[in-house]
Each structure stands twice: as C-alpha cells, then as structure tokens.
C-alpha cells in the first residue's frame, strides 16, 4: 500500500476528446510527477509538480498539461486525444526536495483507452 | 539524454533457481541506479537502489551492484519464490526530476 490513489482506474475516450486524471497523494508529499506506461514498454515522464508548479517536463506536447493542489492531489490533462495516447498513466509522490529525495511512490494507475 | 536497456523477456524460473536479469545504461555522470517492482494490479514499488560506484543494493534477498566499469546493474537472487512473479524495472535518476526505466523483465516462477 503506497498512499497514492489515482482515479478512474479505467478510462475509454475517443480521438479529439480531452480527459482528466486524478491523483491523490500521502499528506505531505509535496511532489508529484507523472508518467505514460506504454503496453510492454517501461514509464516515461511526463512532468512533475513541486509546491504547485511545474518542476520538469518530458518529451510530451503542450496539449499535456497538469496541476498539484494544495491538499496534495493532482490532475493529469490531456487535450486533442491521439490513439497513441492509449496507455496507463502512473502517478508518483515523494516528499522533500526533488534533487535529494530518491523514493517515489506510484499508484495504480489509470488505463486509458483511445478509440 | 540517458537511457536504460534491460534484457529481453519474459523469463520463466523454477522455485529456487538464482536469478540474474540484466541492466545495462547510458548516461552523463553518476546516476542513482534503481530497480522497481510491479506486481498485477499494482503500482511500481521500490525494490533497491544504489547512488554510487560499487554500492551494492539490497532487498528482499535481491542484490544488484552499480558498476561504473561496465555501465550496469544486473539484478540476482539467489532462490526465487513463486511469490517474485512480477515485472521488473531498472531504471536512472536523470537530472533533478526524472526516472528513466528500462522497458521492463516479466519474471513467472513455476512452482
């Protein structure tokens, strides 16, 4: 049990659409990142929020954007669907600062389907 | 930008057999090294880790040790248990923010 919930565990959308995935972290985990986990292939980063603002960011479109909010949940934005959306989106919080802290912890996940 | 490659999958144990999976990498520096851990249904856990040359990680009964000589960090077990099956993942620190993975092992263990 890492403290980390994401929610909806599964998620079906058409291509154009927008979608939202939530996040809700561990008290006092005041960083959040996200990832894309391709089937078959490892997770990739997407951004990561630290105290509410972007902190970092992948090789991922504008058209992904997020939010951290004070009571330590987050939301994943995803604008204009492309079918190579289709995966599952991984959530991670850690506490501390980002350059020193080494232990995140994921939650579930949301599977996303694109159609 | 760094990058992680693990051996191909997925790999099929009998309980008690050692296991290696391998991890090799490319990156500027010194990366922190780590593996993780995903069971069905579950998010990624961390299993060990290493932050320096000739840190040897530990866990659970896995060991792996980074190696900058060969640029790896090749994860073994000694007697692997069914309860193992899993995905495993190596993965680098890269910069401030980012975890960059390997593409992941599946590990089934028979009985």
């Known amino acids: 049990e890492t403290g980390v919930t994401q929610s909806p565990t599964h998620l079906i959308k058409t291509r154009g659409q927008q979608v939202t995935l939530r996040c809700s972290s561990q008290?006092?985990?005041?960083?959040v990142s996200w990832y894309q986990q391709a089937l078959g292939q490892g997770p990739q980063f997407i951004f990561q929020?630290?105290?509410?603002?972007?902190?970092g960011r992948g090789n991922f479109p504008p058209r992904f954007s997020g939010l951290q909010f004070p009571n330590y949940s987050s939301e994943l934005n995803v604008n204009a669907l492309e079918l190579d959306d289709s995966a599952l989106y991984l959530c991670?919080?850690?506490?501390?600062?980002?350059?020193?802290?080494?232990?995140?912890?994921f939650g579930s996940g949301t599977q996303l389907s694109v159609l | 930008g760094d990058s992680v490659t693990q051996m191909e999958g997925p790999v099929t144990l009998s309980e008690e057999a050692f296991l290696t999976i391998n991890c090799t990498y490319t990156a500027t520096g010194y990366p922190s090294l780590f593996w993780y851990v995903q069971y069905p249904g579950e998010g990624l856990q961390l299993l060990l880790k290493a932050t320096k040359a000739d840190d040897k990680g530990s866990n659970k009964g896995f060991e792996a040790t980074y190696r900058k000589e060969t640029t790896s960090f090749h994860l073994e077990k000694g007697s692997v248990q069914v309860s193992d099956s899993a995905v495993y993942f190596c993965?680098?620190?890269?910069?401030?923010?980012?975890?960059?993975f390997g593409q992941g092992t599946r590990l089934t263990i028979n009985p």
């Open positions: 993965a680098l620190k890269e910069g401030a923010q980012k975890l960059v």
């Open positions: 991670a919080s850690s506490t501390g600062q980002p350059s020193t802290n080494e232990k995140l912890f």
């Open positions: 929020y630290y105290r509410e603002e972007e902190n």
């Open positions: 008290s006092g985990h005041n960083t």
